[in-house]
Each structure stands twice: as structure tokens, then as C-alpha cells.
């Protein structure tokens, strides 16, 4: 189907184009993804007073716990789009499917166990990050752990996009994202508020909501992997376990879960010293903002980011180093190109997208000096996302691993800690040491790049 037919493009075509061909439904479905969260937080959010800030403050403790636990399975993800497009790029297709088997086994097994201890110890999690505040302890539990218990259902659409996305299909995922935020957007607020005959659940309501359409969205992507409708066919003798293919997925996915994992428990440890400043409360709502402001502009980084990925892989499996290397140049330079318009852009509109969120004073000023701070480091977090994507379709993840752990553990932690609660500029401190640690972090990825490590590939010689 669709990656049939981008494959020519990838391995010949003009690579600024094909960046964007394959790369805007990835921006889409993005876009969707994220409608997930920023749904929640627009009918929470306005839930009005103190309950709403509650709420928001509630789900943005939850979040950074739960990429916690998905990352570590997500490096898997990254080790199939090595293999698969790799392996797609040297037309050998046997293997693919059997690489699509082994993934999916693997994401699988791996989220049922994640979504049981998610579940036990939420309330231990969330009490560590959140300290004194029990009103936003008790709603954060109520989330986190629902959403737990819809990551098996993630984790299975997840492999599917994973699979496609490598062979060079970046519709189909989005096709059925669409569908589910779609269900989602109008179940929120029905369970969120009651309205009809739907009971009034609040912040259980809305972590509800996204069970069940996650629970569709799983259910399509296995029906089109086993019934032949996509490029990839999977069938069941796919999934039994293959030793010596699994120990390749965990010699490629080992180190990209260490470095997400340690990523995302960055983040925790962030949000951890954000609720440790003065205003706290207003600091988190505005963080919360704020992030999935960025979060939305970021989308079309990756977007740009996972074709580049493709790309590199793809041209990798066919033998082709010129061409790989044009991609890696091309799609730096776009990544770095769209993130400085995206600065610019906030720059001039920084208090009109917090308000959209928020219409609370310190929520308001706060979430617009951390966006105007941040901001100036966005292009600079546009060649480090590009330097990651080509070490992830090359497969030399130990690379990105030690670029993600050190952005986060050698830079951005020390740096908000530094600037905000010893130095004492509180949230202000946090937002300059966020943005110091993607400068810093982008140059030390260009001098890893330069050392020309990731053009060998992963997959096994004819």
C-alpha cells in the first residue's frame, strides 16, 4: 500500500520533499496524539477555580511517571524501525515480518506487566513527586492509574505505527489515530462533566475516555496486521519466540529504553523541583500549559524527525552512504529551519497560548516568561532531535543514549536545580536551566555525529 509506494521516493527522490511527504501524516497523527492530552486539559482545566488547577496540576504529575514507564519499552520500538527499515531497504521482506512478530510479542507481554505494577505502586509514585498538596495526590492517583490500565491497548497500536512508519507507511497510523481522538474528543467531556446520561466522573472521567478509545484504536491495527491489509502481514507462527532475534532487539533497544527511561525520569525529578518553588501550584498549571503548547510545535520537529529516521535506515539497508549522509545534512537543516520559525512564533503570541489554557493571573504570568525562555533554545533542540533520529535509524543507540541521559542528568537537572532553588530564582530558574541544557546538548550531538559511528549497519550481510 502506502509504503510501496513511497519507497522509490525514499531511496532516489528529492530528499526535502520526501522528508515532508512521509513526515506530515506523522505531524497529524501528532497532532492527534496530543489532542488526547490537551483534551483533557482544556475540559479539566476549565472546570473552573480551585478543582480546575487541581486537576491540571494532577495530570501533569501523572504524566511524566507514566512516559517513564512506556520509555522503557519504547526502545524496542526504536530497535524494530532500525531492523525493519533497514531490512526493507535491502528487499528483504521474510525478515520484516518475522521483525514485526517479535516486536509485537515483545510490546505485549512487556505492557501487561507495566500496566499490574503501574497500578500497585501509583499511589507511592505520585506521593514522592507531589510532597504536602493530598487534594492533588488523590486526583493524580485516580488518573494515573486508569491510565495504566490502557497501556496494553497503547502499547499494541504503538508496535503497529512503529512497523508501518519503518516500511515507509505514515497514512495508515494516522488513519486510525483520527478515528480514536475523534471518539475521544466527544466521550471527555460527557464523562468529565455527566452531561445526558453519562455520570459525572471528573479526572477519572477523562482518563476513562482515553481507555476506551485506545482499547479501538489497538483492536483495528491487529485486524489490519493479520488480515493483510497493510504491507505487513503478520501471523501468529511470527510471534513465537525467536531467541536470536529478540537478542538483537535488546542489543539495539536496550540502550535507546536506558536513555528514554532515564529521559523521562529527568522529567520527573523536573517536576519534582517545580513543586518545589514558591507558587508552586500556579507553576505546575503553568508548566502544564505551557508544555503542551511546546508539545504541539514539537510535533512537526518529529514529524520530520521519524521520515529522516526512515530515510536513513531505508538508504542504509540499500547500501547507499552518499545518499545517507545527504539525508542526515537535509534534515538538519530543516529541523533547525522549522523550530526557528516555531521561536518566533513564540515570541510574539507567548501570553495568548497560555490564556487558552488558563485565564488564572499567576498561571498566566508564570506559563509566559517560561515560554519566552524556552523558546530561545528551540532551534538548538532541533538539530539535537535530528542527531537522535539518525542514530535511531542507523541502530547505534548507545549514541542516543548517552545524548539523552546527559541532556537531562549532566545538564538539564543540575542546571534548574542550580538556577532555582540555589541560586533562588525559583520557577524562573528552572525555565533557564531547561533551556541551556538543549544548547549545550545540540552542539555535543553534531560533535557525536562528525565521528561518522552511526554509518554502519545493524542487519546481518546476505
Excluded: C
Excluded at 512506556?70 to 535491502?90: D, E, K
Excluded at 509566559?368 to 523558546?375: G, N, P, V
Amino acid at each position: 500500500m502506502f509504503g510501496e509506494k513511497r519507497r522509490p521516493d525514499i531511496l532516489n527522490g528529492r530528499i526535502i520533499p520526501t522528508l515532508f511527504l512521509l513526515g506530515w501524516p506523522i505531524m497529524v497523527e501528532s497532532v492527534l496524539q496530543t489532542a488526547y492530552s490537551l483534551t483533557d486539559t482544556f475540559w479539566l482545566g476549565n472546570m473552573g477555580g480551585i478543582e480546575g488547577r487541581e486537576a491540571l496540576a494532577a495530570t501533569q504529575i501523572s504524566w511524566p511517571i507514566i512516559w517513564l514507564m512506556v520509555s522503557i519499552g519504547t526502545g524496542f520500538g526504536i530497535a524494530a524501525i532500525a531492523l525493519v527499515s533497514q531490512h526493507t531497504g535491502a528487499e528483504r521482506f521474510g525478515e520484516v515480518n518475522k521483525d514485526a512478530g517479535q516486536l509485537m510479542l515483545f510490546f505485549l507481554v512487556f505492557s501487561l506487566v507495566i500496566a499490574i505494577i503501574g497500578y500497585l505502586i501509583s499511589p507511592l509514585l505520585i506521593n514522592i513527586v507531589i510532597g504536602d498538596n493530598p487534594e492533588v495526590a488523590r486526583q493524580g492517583i485516580i488518573f494515573i492509574r486508569t491510565t495504566f490500565l490502557s497501556q496494553p491497548f497503547m502499547f499494541i497500536f504503538m508496535g503497529y505505527a512503529f512497523l508501518l512508519r519503518a516500511w515507509g507507511d505514515t497514512v495508515t497510523p494516522m488513519i486510525i489515530t483520527a478515528v480514536a481522538v475523534g471518539l475521544n474528543i466527544l466521550l471527555d467531556p460527557l464523562f468529565i462533566y455527566g452531561w445526558g446520561p453519562f455520570p459525572q466522573w471528573g479526572i477519572f472521567g477523562a482518563a476513562f475516555a482515553t481507555l476506551i478509545t485506545r482499547g479501538i484504536a489497538a483492536v483495528i491495527a491487529i485486524y489490519l496486521l493479520f488480515s493483510g491489509k497493510v504491507d505487513i502481514r503478520l501471523k501468529l507462527k511470527n510471534m513465537k519466540p525467536d531467541f536470536k532475534r529478540l537478542k538483537k532487539f535488546l542489543k539495539i533497544g536496550a540502550p535507546a529504553s536506558i536513555g528514554n527511561s532515564g529521559t523521562a525520569f529527568g522529567f520527573v525529578i523536573l517536576t519534582f523541583v517545580i513543586a518545589r518553588v514558591t507558587n508552586s501550584e500556579a507553576s505546575l498549571a503553568a508548566y502544564n500549559a505551557g508544555d503542551k503548547i511546546l508539545g504541539l510545535m514539537f510535533i512537526f520537529m518529529g514529524g520530520l524527525a521519524v521520515a529522516m529516521t526512515t530515510m536513513v535506515g531505508q538508504n542504509l539497508g540499500a547500501g547507499n552512504m552518499e545518499r545517507s549522509s545527504e539525508v542526515v545534512k537535509n534534515g538538519i537543516f530543516a529541523l533547525a529551519g522549522i523550530m526557528t520559525i516555531f521561536t518566533l512564533v513564540l515570541f510574539l503570541f507567548r501570553k495568548e497560548f497560555i490564556i487558552i489554557f488558563n485565564q488564572d493571573p499567576d498561571v498566566v504570568k508564570i506559563g509566559t516568561e517560561f515560554l519566552l525562555i524556552f523558546s530561545l533554545s528551540m532551534p538548538f533542540f532541533g538539530v539535537f532531535r535530528a542527531v537522535n533520529a539518525v542514530f535511531e535509524g542507523s541502530g547505534h543507540t548507545k549514541y542516543q543514549m548517552v545524548m539523552n541521559l546527559f541532556r537531562l542528568w549532566g545538564l538539564r537537572v543540575p542546571l534548574t536545580v542550580l538556577f532555582a532553588l540555589v541560586i533562588g530564582l525559583q520557577s524562573t530558574g528552572v525555565w533557564i536551566g531547561m533551556s541551556l541544557s538543549n544548547v549545550l546538548a545540540a552542539i555535543i550531538g553534531i560533535l557525536l555525529l562528525n565521528s561518522g559511528v552511526w554509518k554502519k549497519k545493524v542487519i546481518e550481510k546476505d
